[in-house]
């Protein structure tokens, strides 16, 4: 049974870095056809995605958020770990982890329930 | 990045209509797009991979179409469980990009 969830802070302060926790289960993070990505959704907004990671350790960034975003993973834990540096009310947002499956197509297949993170003072 | 254009951004059917979304990429895109169903308060779920692929135990109801720019998402006979926001995605290039989700109301 393939699971994810994201784990963090409900509360951040504007400038602070937030780093969010994906811990995976019912698949390997060295499996060479999975990966993990994040996406976020601000409240009744669309989704928006984020950065994704390979067992490879090949990584991808949001163009419009790169400078401000670091992806990692810890196989030995099951773990993918997002932070973002210089956080903003405008990053108010549910936060979600996904499965990338990957091969002839690529597809986000489980999704974490995701985490709300508000940024306020 | 591609930009996706999906259309309307929200309609109003009734139970057992035909229901069709948009979606258009500002580029190529080959098949290579997914659409997601999302109900309020849940995570997005995988309906369609690869433009017409149906995803394992999902209703055949349910069913897209398309390639290059020109995509179709459609429900043949609206139930009431398939109120939700919609989105397509592409990933033919990085990084992937949603639609901005349709709304789907039940008149």
């Known amino acids: 049974q393939v699971t994810l969830k994201e784990s963090g802070p409900v509360l951040v302060k504007p400038t602070e870095t937030l780093t969010l926790t994906c811990t995976v289960s019912g698949f390997s993070l060295s499996n060479a056809r999975m990966g993990v990505s994040w996406i976020r959704q601000p409240p009744g907004k669309a989704l928006e995605w984020l950065a994704h990671i390979f067992s490879n350790d090949e990584k991808s960034y949001s163009t419009s958020l790169k400078s401000r975003l670091t992806i990692s993973k810890d196989t030995s834990k099951s773990q993918v770990v997002l932070t973002m540096t210089n956080m903003d009310p405008v990053d108010t947002a549910t936060y979600y982890c996904?499965?990338?499956?990957?091969?002839?197509?690529?597809?986000?297949?489980?999704w974490g329930q995701g985490t709300l993170v508000t940024v306020s003072s | 990045d591609i930009q996706m254009t999906q259309s309307p951004s929200s309609l109003s059917a009734s139970v057992g209509d035909r229901v069709t979304i948009t979606c258009q990429a500002s580029q190529d895109i080959s098949n290579y797009l997914n659409w997601y169903q999302q109900k309020p308060g849940k995570a997005p779920k995988l309906l369609i991979y690869d433009a017409s692929n149906l995803e394992t135990g999902v209703p055949s109801r349910f069913s897209g179409s398309g390639s290059g720019t020109d995509f179709t998402f459609t429900i043949s006979s609206l139930q009431p469980e398939d109120i939700a926001t919609y989105y397509c995605q592409q990933y033919d290039n990085l990084p992937p990009t949603f639609g901005q989700g349709t709304k789907l109301e039940i008149k």
């Open positions: 996904a499965r990338i499956r990957v091969g002839a197509t690529r597809k986000l297949d489980y």
